[in-house]
């Protein structure tokens, strides 16, 4: 029988990636999508022609009891979240229902589908794994930061995220299931949205190395970053998963870069000076949060994960296929920024 696993999120960046790592290790998908036309799906149709597909929404809670009930998976990975930290000042509300009571709703559909537990470690059934982030260390005082390290979350999505973590390990602790939470650090790739600074960077790179602008906007360059490859951060997940316990683990690279680093990088790809093209504009300097960097020694030593690709790699992927798309795309489409 093959594993069937169900991803929610999985229109966005990781939920791509971790379909096709459990396609390839021969699991029957399916992907939770929300919305009658979602615009993601025909691509990912396309993409992944084996992805089953099943509507619901993080904010419905029938939704997610009909869903894993069709299902039946062994395991659900919920990478469903509103996630981009900005935003979540904008719609603080919104972002506590998706991000924060999402995977309670979750894990309550687990509960009520599996008629008590889900699994435990000892017993097959449902396994849960829950998207945490580094963003509820927030503020830290001492880095590098492990599973140890207190939360000090300093935004709505960090709090979300941390009542997320939380009530990932009150399911395991008082209902025995086995849940676990992978509290990970920033992770790009090609697919990342263009609102983060790593996509932003190598669209703008890709679009001045075309011609069709003349400078990128940055706010503090000295800013500081653990930045990893999502691909390789999806094989965290389903590993995490497949252990004989159920825990938490702190995932990063343990290497931090700055933005300086970034760009330079990103400019060296096609051979321009950055320092020619990167403006500092005082509107977008955020206060920094200290350097926070991921001690991952525990998954190295109990699960055998450590990241492959370095972040020279991952920069000049990004900025590749952005140069391959815009340079593919008609006139019109490359002289919009979108
Ligand atoms: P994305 O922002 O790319 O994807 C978010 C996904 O959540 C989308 O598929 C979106 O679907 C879905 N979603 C949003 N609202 C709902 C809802 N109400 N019901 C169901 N699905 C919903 O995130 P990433 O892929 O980058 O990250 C995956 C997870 O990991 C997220 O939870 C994120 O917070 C967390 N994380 C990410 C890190 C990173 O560096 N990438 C670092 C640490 C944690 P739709 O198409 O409907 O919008």
Not at 37 to 45: D, E, F, I, S, Y
Not at 92 to 102: A, N
Not at 123 to 142: K, N, W
Not at 266 to 273: E, G, N, P, Q, T
Request: with cysteine; glycine share 8%; charged share 20%.
């Amino acid at each position: 029988m093959r594993n069937r696993a169900l991803i929610t999120g999985v229109t966005g960046q990781d939920g791509f990636y971790l379909a096709e790592e459990l396609f390839r290790c021969g699991y029957q998908v399916t992907g939770l999508v929300r919305g009658q036309r979602n615009p993601m799906v025909p691509a990912l149709r396309r993409q992944l022609p084996d992805l089953d597909i099943v509507h619901g929404d993080l904010l419905d809670q029938g939704s997610l009891i009909t869903a894993v009930d069709a299902v039946q998976p062994d395991e659900v990975y919920n990478l469903g979240a509103l996630s981009f930290v900005p935003s979540s000042w904008q719609q603080p509300m919104l972002t506590s229902e998706t991000t924060g009571l999402g995977p309670l709703r979750m894990l309550e559909a687990i509960r009520v589908v599996s008629g008590s537990n889900g699994s435990t470690s000892s017993q097959p059934g449902i396994r849960f794994y829950q998207a945490s982030t580094f963003e509820m260390f927030g503020q830290v005082s001492s880095s590098p930061q492990d599973e140890m390290t207190p939360f000090h979350p300093r935004s709505p999505y960090a709090t979300a995220k941390a009542h997320g973590h939380y009530t990932t390990q009150n399911y395991r602790e008082s209902y025995g299931m086995f849940a676990v939470s992978g509290i990970m650090f920033n992770h790009e790739s090609p697919r990342r949205s263009e609102e983060f600074m790593t996509r932003k960077v190598s669209v703008a790179v890709a679009r001045i190395a075309l011609g069709l602008d003349q400078e990128l906007r940055l706010g503090n360059l000295c800013a500081q970053r653990d930045w990893g490859y999502a691909g390789d951060y999806v094989t965290a997940m389903r590993t995490m998963l497949q252990a004989d316990r159920a825990e938490d683990y702190v995932i990063g690279t343990g290497a931090i870069h700055s933005v300086r680093d970034l760009v330079r990088i990103a400019f060296d790809c096609v051979c321009l000076d950055w320092e020619k093209y990167v403006i500092v504009d005082n509107d977008l300097l955020r206060p920094d949060a200290g350097v926070l960097c991921g001690d991952a020694r525990k998954a190295r030593q109990r699960l055998g994960w450590s990241p492959l690709t370095s972040f020279e790699q991952l920069v000049s992927s990004m900025v590749e296929a952005d140069l391959h798309r815009l340079s593919a795309a008609p006139a019109h489409d490359r002289r919009s920024r979108r």
